[in-house]
């Protein structure tokens, strides 16, 4: 049991670092730093005398490759170690190697299809939205492991029951950071001199379409933000629950403020990527609030 504390302990640290520099590569316009070649770096296994922009790439694949590996002796070790005890962990393994690997394949369909660097197509903007939404399960999967692993009875069953209000705020959550991940990338491709020049292009009617959808995010960040306050403040912040609900709450106004000022700083790079680092830990500490709490979900 300790090697698989050590390795989930390892994993989940290195899965948020692949996730943020991900979104580097993205802003630093180095996707297509290896070319369309995939899982080689433009042909190569080591790079020889690399461009700044094919190490950033070459970086984010190699340890890109690494978690994949450590993910997947997690898994069998999960099989070997849980075969009648704590078969919920296993479960949850499972379902962590699964969405890793599908992240994986997405990550190569973006290179290898050429949908990366300065390509404004409908079909990057869509797949980058599924890329956030399978990030958000991945991550959701890993913080409820987390739970089962460190925080849970190791002598009871600790899965999620779903109802009706926790699970919408938890469709919003994933929504919300999937339109900004195309926000995000329409910053990247179009951005603005001004906070003037932002408002022109977004009331421009030839704008393109992802400049035109930086309004939608905010509209639903101030939703999803203020109904999910509302909500965790009527449940109660008392007992263990409680006091996740309120982590939840304040990481939900912290993650309002922070988009606020990415907006306002007109899209920095490292606003960026602590936007969706704080976005993940949100989304982690859904996951397990909805886990403490599932006994009390009729």
Known sequence: MKKFKVLLGFNTVLTMFVIVWGAFVRASGSGAGCGSHWPLCNGEVIPVDPSLERLIEFVHRTTSGVLLLTVLAMYFLARRLFTTFRRDIRTTTGQVTVFLIIEALIGAILVVFGLVEYDDSVARALMMGIHLINTFLLIGCLSHLCYQVFGANQKTIADIR????????????????????????????????????????????????????????????????????????????????????????????????????????????????????????????????????SRHWA
């Not at 995000?184 to 421009?204: C, H, W």
């Not at 939608?216 to 306050?229: E, F, K, N, T, Y």
């Not at 403020?257 to 859904?286: D, K, R």
């Open 162 to 293: 779903w109802s009706t209000w926790p699970t919408m705020l938890g469709i919003g959550l994933i929504f919300m950071g999937a339109t900004g991940s195309m926000v995000a990338l329409g910053d990247t491709l179009f951005p603005a001199e001004s906070l003037a020049e932002g408002f022109r292009q977004d009331l421009n009617p030839d704008s393109h379409w992802l400049i035109k959808l930086r309004v939608i995010h905010p509209i639903m960040a101030v939703v999803v933000v203020l109904s999910g306050i509302y909500g965790l403040w009527k449940a109660g912040f008392q007992e263990k629950k409680g006091a996740w609900g309120l982590a939840l709450a304040s990481l939900l106004m912290l993650q309002f403020c922070i988009g606020m000022s990415n907006w306002l700083l007109l899209a920095p790079t490292m606003i960026q990527l602590f936007h969706l680092w704080v976005a993940e830990v949100l989304f982690g500490v859904y996951v397990v609030w909805m886990a403490v709490g």
